[in-house]
């Protein structure tokens, strides 16, 4: 008999989490404003709201906490960080920071000026929040078949060089960067293929364009190119990432997902002259630049979480357990982006829930029933997270309304995989009973669906 696959790490500690009625939760979910980031989270059962700063750090991180140097300037915390950095990612400089939206903002502050345009492929929301801020514009040059979720295409995180080419020659004198997402959360945790980074650096060179890596995931994308991309097969992780990393001048990075840590981020530079620049920034928004809002424990145990979240074993292990509740959805013939990508299951709540119309807001609708179904939190990837158009205003529907369920780290077993795979059949058997979607009632001016408030309609 064939041994079945099994985690690479065994349990040392537990978390409980409780278990709600259908009244509990419909009673909390309407007190929340029907946003599940309104909820308690010891008012969910399984928190799929997000991957980030969610995952269970190691034996290994909780003792490298112990060695945290406190020291405001110099600390050997930070040295251990750099070390780390210099090793896996290339980077001679770097810049620590809270976490990763905050090494956006200060190095946007060196490289996005007004008036300003920042090809890309689909910016994560705090990314183009950054850039739209700044009065700038986030231009997506992902490749169509990305919003196909049917085209099961291996790297649907992919730049398409026309529309990046196009974008550069319109636009040459107000583009500085390039910006690339490895994994691209926003298409679906779908990973961008070696040969794409490597065109990129070809057309950003041809261009004296700088290209920066939005790097949150990018040991999952190392994962991906081993197993998708000729030439691969037999290259270590790390091997991967070093190569991936030399197409970029610069990387930001949310160590709150692949560094496996509950924050912490960076700013990872080639050029002494960048870094010097975004040093001032950093002072003024994050902490002096050895510890750039850390502390020297969070830094220790970051440098370590660098080393763990690129061993094989970790991520094949990782990545499985995504696929095992995407597969198993897809047998069940509930519509996902396919194939699966590495941080999250998306579902496609255009074709989930096609009858309702998406000015009602189809994900968030299908976010909501789930939550009531069986206590599961994920998030709306759709036209509420897409915000309004900054300069008309009107509610932008972007290509795909999605459901995502992300996984946090060596946290929940396929045992929890399981209650959110029938859940989500008991909702398809009877999603022509949801008759209505919801509308907004209060919003914020940007990222609004934070803090938005909806009502049912109907
Ligand atoms: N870039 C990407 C691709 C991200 O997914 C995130 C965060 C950030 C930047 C910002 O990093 O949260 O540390 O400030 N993504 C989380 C998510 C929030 O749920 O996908 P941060």
New binding site residues.
């Given amino acids: 008999m064939e041994l079945p696959f099994a985690e690479s790490y065994r349990i040392k500690m537990v978390e409980n989490i409780r278990r709600s009625t259908r009244d509990e939760r419909e009673k909390w979910i309407r007190e929340a404003n029907y946003n599940l980031f309104g909820l308690k989270s010891e008012q969910v059962f399984i928190d799929l709201?997000?991957?980030?700063?969610t995952g269970a750090m190691s034996d290994h991180q909780w003792s490298a906490l112990m060695l945290g140097d406190e020291s405001y300037a110099g600390a050997s915390s930070y040295f251990h960080m750099k070390e780390a950095i210099k090793e896996i990612t290339g980077f001679d400089y770097f810049l620590p920071t809270h976490?990763?939206?905050?090494a956006?903002n200060v190095l946007f502050s060196v490289l996005v000026q007004p008036g300003n345009i920042v090809p890309g492929n689909a910016h994560?929301d705090?990314?183009k929040g950054h850039i739209e801020f700044r009065k700038a514009f986030a231009v997506d040059c992902t490749i169509d078949k990305a919003w196909d979720t049917t085209n099961p295409y291996p790297f649907k995180g992919n730049v398409d060089p026309v529309k990046l080419e196009e974008t550069l020659k319109k636009n040459n004198d107000k583009i500085n960067f390039i910006i690339i997402?490895v994994t691209c959360?926003s298409t679906g945790g779908q990973p961008v293929s070696m040969e794409n980074l490597r065109m990129v650096r070809e057309i950003a060179d041809r261009y004296h364009k700088l290209v920066v890596f939005?790097s949150?995931?990018f040991a999952e994308n190392a994962y991906f190119i081993k197993k998708r991309e000729k030439g691969y097969e037999n290259k270590s992780i790390r091997e991967i990432a070093r190569e991936m990393f030399s197409y970029a001048d610069v990387m930001?990075m949310?160590?709150?997902?692949d560094a496996i840590v509950n924050m912490g981020?960076f700013i990872g530079m080639r050029d002494k002259e960048l870094f010097t620049k975004a040093s001032t920034y950093n002072i003024m928004f994050e902490g002096y630049i050895t510890y750039g809002g850390m502390s020297g424990r969070d830094m220790e145990a970051l440098a370590v979480g660098l080393y763990e979240g690129t061993e094989y074993e970790y991520l094949e292990t990782r990545i499985r357990q995504v696929e095992y509740l995407g597969n198993s959805l897809i047998k069940l013939g509930i519509p996902v982006q396919q194939p699966i990508g590495g941080h999250a299951v998306f579902v496609d709540a255009k074709k989930f829930l096609a009858h309702i119309p998406e000015e009602e807001f189809q994900a968030q609708t299908l976010a909501i029933e789930l939550y009531k179904e069986a206590g599961i939190r994920g998030?709306e990837i759709g036209a509420l997270l897409a915000d309004r158009d900054p300069i008309t205003r009107k509610n932008r529907f972007p290509e795909l309304e999605l459901l995502r369920l992300?996984i946090p780290r060596r946290v929940y077993t396929n045992n929890h995989m399981d209650v959110v795979i029938a859940a989500l059949k008991n909702l398809y058997d009877r999603r022509k009973e949801i008759k209505h979607g919801y509308k907004i009632v209060k919003e914020a001016p940007i990222m609004r669906h934070f803090t938005i408030q909806m009502a049912p309609l109907g």
Wanted: aromatic share 4%; charged share 25%.
């Fill in positions: 709201l997000t991957d980030s700063g976490q990763g939206r905050a956006e994560f705090t990314t997402t959360n939005d949150a995931r930001t949310s160590s709150k997902k981020g998030v992300a």
